[in-house]
């Protein structure tokens, strides 16, 4: 097992970014939020996990170990694969999916791309009492708190952070946020927002700028 790299962080993508470990360019799957945090020409040290594969390695990095453990530990759920368990933590961050998890809601878990409501209930019969209790941390709500005190949906924090992890500028990051805005909504009256289609909405919107 890999359970770590470090190195110069290369390439940053839309999911995966590429590390120079010794020479040798490692690619590592990622959520938006774990990508955002990371700077071409920076040096990083990642926790992963290796997915094995018949056809295929995949290697997947997170922000720190709390992250991989739980990735690995979603897995061990009926239905559940790497592709689904990233996903699951690209729209909630490990506290977050415990406290759903934990309060059985099945609502919420149908909000990740590729989960529906059968699936969210099996789910939570069969890790509510693995994931454990929140490790930390008030719970966050779908919303954060702008410095002139408005609140904004946690969504667009997310794919902002995303975007200027990408090297966009804040000018930017804002008017693509303005564009998917729309999107968002839509999203929201039926699964809740989608993080990673936005954030694919928004850089096809600054490709075309």
Not at 110 to 116: D, Q, W, Y
Not at 137 to 163: F, I, M, N, Y
Not at 195 to 207: E, F, G, I, Q
Request: cysteine-free.
């Amino acid at each position: 097992m890999i359970a770590f790299v470090r190195g110069q962080v290369s390439s940053v993508g839309l999911d995966s970014a590429v590390v120079d470990v010794g020479g040798v360019g490692i690619e590592v799957r990622a959520t938006p939020n774990t990508l955002a945090g990371l700077r071409v020409g920076a040096t990083v040290t990642l926790p992963t996990s290796l997915v094995v594969r018949e056809d295929s390695l995949t290697l997947y990095g997170f922000s720190d170990d709390d992250e991989r453990a739980v990735f690995e530990l979603l897995q061990t759920a009926s239905g559940v694969g790497p592709r689904l368990a990233q996903a699951m933590l690209a729209v909630y961050r490990p506290d977050e999916l415990r406290r759903v998890v934990a309060a059985e809601d099945v609502r919420a878990l149908t909000r990740v791309p590729g989960i529906g409501k059968k699936g969210a209930q099996r789910i939570v019969l069969e890790l509510k009492d693995r994931l454990g209790a929140p490790t930390g941390g008030a719970a966050k709500s779908d919303a954060t708190v702008t410095l002139d005190g408005a609140r904004e949906p946690h969504w667009r924090d997310q794919v902002r952070a995303a975007l200027l992890g990408l090297g966009w500028s804040a000018r930017e990051a804002e008017s693509a946020l303005d564009a998917v805005t729309p999107l968002a909504e839509e999203q929201a009256a039926t699964t809740g927002p989608d993080v990673a289609a936005l954030l694919r909405a928004a850089l096809r919107t600054l490709s075309r700028a």
